[in-house]
């Protein structure tokens, strides 16, 4: 059986950071590109990073880009997502999502989905 369980979510300041985690099991880990997305209330689910199975294959979306950083590491079978600089934009459901091809932006493209974890950034 497959799960996706992400973590690390909370409340943060303007300017401080968060630290998201998205464990995974029951398919072959190394196989698939692992992507965040983000969703804000009354919004849109958006992509945000993702990492394929080397560590030179990050990407990141322009609202991210320098201020986030995502890692994983296939023996926790778990990927990282360092956010730094949060803003209050940032704040939404966070969602890891697994999918067999390279990373991309289409939510299509995942075949398998976290619960998400909840990012709130105040002003």
């Known amino acids: 059986e497959v799960h996706l369980v992400e973590s690390g979510g909370g409340l943060v300041q303007a300017g401080g950071s968060l630290r998201l985690s998205c464990a995974a099991s029951g398919f072959t880990f190394d196989d698939y590109a692992i992507a965040w997305f983000r969703q804000a209330p009354g919004k849109a689910r958006e992509g945000v990073s993702c990492i394929s199975t080397s560590d030179d294959s990050a990407h990141y979306s322009d609202s991210v880009r320098g201020r986030f950083t995502i890692t994983r590491d296939n023996a926790k079978k778990t990927v990282y997502l360092r956010m730094d600089s949060l803003k209050p934009e940032d704040t939404g459901v966070y969602y890891c999502?697994?999918?067999?091809?390279?990373?991309?932006?289409?939510?299509?493209?995942?075949?398998?989905w976290g619960p998400g974890t909840q990012v709130t950034v105040s002003s």
């Open positions: 999502a697994a999918g067999p091809e390279d990373c991309n932006v289409d939510l299509s493209e995942y075949d398998y």
